[in-house]
């Protein structure tokens, strides 16, 4: 298909074309494949000029808020819907805390396809719980957790014409590697240290797998230790036990049993890196100051990087002058209880020049 302008001529050429057309001879696609593309990936990644003041690092942020569905999951995404139409299959399934819900949803119809999501009852966020009805999917709420509505959905998609797209799949994590290639093709290497939060693991498993990609072909001089956060109370990596009822204000993350726990240690281990918790306290805090600070607006758990690494400052683990990279995965607006709850409500006046003033303190 070619995209033409308003004079009808072939146009696009500056206009990020996704991931898959970005870095096809990097992914498993043929020219068989249909691409199912929102143009995904290409997210900003944002010198943190406060953040690096107060870590004593050259701190990057890698905003994937602003994925076309507001969240990294898109990467992954495009990947897997892209392989099941090129499969054929007509309805695909997934267990969300709410972005992949979102994300398979708005890839799914796209390509003509019917999304199914299994979500947890009560425990996802309006934003995307929204995204998923307006992309009209089927929605089932279970009662239950995450790691309930992805044994479910594994069990459907064995005995029924559905096919999964959490990241049990392997095409998306195929698809969100790019994102470990997009922050050395900007930075001309890979970070020292990237930062992020940890939920079913397969966001730290993919950039693991697309850093040491780039290493091994000389793109990149170097590999970034990888520092995983988990929230304390759904930390089962840290813990190194299963936690049957996980609870924790970053739903997102809000997962007891990874389902790439163990590539989740391999990347901890062999990069020199962590996998530790952060309490709910300091990741709202985290949560607010990057927004306070960075004008950049995040989902609660997406700030569980950030907090974790400020947790290592003040504990003086953190080293010092290194070139970190912090992922925020979801976009702030997804979820925003948190924010209003913490803001001052803004007072009433009438329309007035002498009362707007005096209400804003200008003198
Ligand atoms: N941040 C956000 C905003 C997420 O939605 C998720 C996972 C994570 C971090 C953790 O990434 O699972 O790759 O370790 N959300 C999944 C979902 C579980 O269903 O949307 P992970």
């Known amino acids: 298909m070619q995209i033409f302008g308003a004079k009808g001529k072939v146009k696009g050429a500056h206009q990020w074309r996704g991931v898959i057309e970005e870095y096809r001879h990097r992914l498993p696609v043929t020219s068989r494949t249909p691409i199912i593309s929102l143009r995904e990936g290409g997210t900003p990644l944002i010198y943190a000029c406060n953040l690096s003041e107060l870590l004593g690092n050259n701190v990057w942020i890698k905003y994937e808020g602003l994925n076309p569905t507001g969240s990294f999951k898109d990467r992954g995404m495009t990947m897997a819907i892209s392989k099941a139409a090129e499969d054929g299959a007509k309805a695909v399934i997934c267990a969300s805390t709410g972005n992949t819900s979102a994300s398979a949803s708005a890839y799914a119809v796209k390509a003509g396809m019917t999304p199914v999501v299994l979500i947890p009852k009560g425990k996802i966020a309006m934003g995307k719980l929204a995204q998923a009805v307006i992309h009209n999917s089927s929605i089932v709420q279970v009662n239950g957790n995450f790691d309930d509505c992805l044994t479910l959905a594994k069990e459907l998609s064995e005995n029924y014409p559905v096919a999964l797209v959490n990241s049990v799949n392997p095409f998306r994590i195929q698809g969100q590697k790019t994102a470990a290639f997009e922050v050395v093709d900007m930075l001309g290497d890979a ?31 170097q590999l970034p230790a990888m520092y995983g956060f988990q929230a304390a109370g759904a930390a089962p990596i840290v ?28 990347a901890r281990d062999a990069s020199g890196g962590v996998i530790d918790s952060v309490s709910d306290r300091e990741i709202l805090s985290a949560y607010r100051l990057i927004a306070a600070q960075e004008g950049i607006f995040v989902e609660p758990s997406s700030a569980a990087g950030l907090a974790g690494l400020i947790k290592y400052k003040k504990a003086k683990k953190l080293p010092k002058d290194k070139t970190i990279v912090i992922t925020v995965t979801g976009h702030g607006l997804k979820d925003i209880q948190y924010a209003l709850d913490s803001t001052k409500k803004p007072v009433v006046i009438p329309v007035d020049l002498k009362a707007a003033a005096k209400a804003l303190g200008l003198k």
Do not use: C, L
Request: avoid cysteine.
């Open 239 to 266: 813990k190194g036990k299963i936690v049957k009822n996980p609870e924790t204000i970053a739903t997102a993350i809000r997962i007891g049993n990874p389902a790439s726990w163990a590539q989740a240690v391999d």
């Open 191 to 221: 970070p020292d240290i990237h930062a992020m939060p940890v939920g079913n693991a397969g966001n730290i498993t993919a950039y693991w797998m697309g850093y040491k990609e780039y290493y091994g072909d000389n793109i990149s001089s």
